[in-house]
């Protein structure tokens, strides 16, 4: 009942910056938390980044300070602002939904989107 479709990834120099975008279609609750996840190849799906409904913000250590995650209700998209990217952020990010009134960790939310590919180069 519900899609995300993330964009917005790309290949992207050391130090430069992307924005992705995720649009959500179907019965989403404009109060559920919303959020962005990555993935490297072998490696778990690390949470990045949460965003309650009223706002309020969860960053992994990661990336806190370099990223910024923002929503427009209205329009039901999430944004990660995504600054001073490193090697290390290469991944495929995946954008979160149904996370209700959580929004802090990957166990929070009930659907994901196919993800989009970020890659840093050195």
């Known amino acids: 009942q519900v899609q995300l479709v993330e964009s917005g990834g790309g290949l992207v120099q050391a130090g430069g910056s992307l924005r992705l975008a995720c649009a959500a279609a179907?019965?989403?609750?404009?109060?559920?938390?919303r959020g962005w996840g990555r993935e490297a190849p072998g490696k778990e799906r690390e949470f990045v980044a949460g965003i309650s409904w009223i706002t309020m913000t969860y960053y992994a250590d990661s990336v806190k300070g370099r990223f910024t995650i923002s929503r427009d209700n209205a329009k039901n998209t999430v944004y990660l602002q995504m600054n001073s990217l490193k090697p290390e952020d290469t991944a495929v990010y995946y954008c979160a939904a149904g996370g209700g009134t959580y929004y802090r960790s990957k166990e929070d939310y009930t659907y994901w989107g196919q993800g989009t590919q970020v890659t840093v180069s050195s």
């Open positions: 179907g019965r989403t609750c404009s109060s559920d938390g």
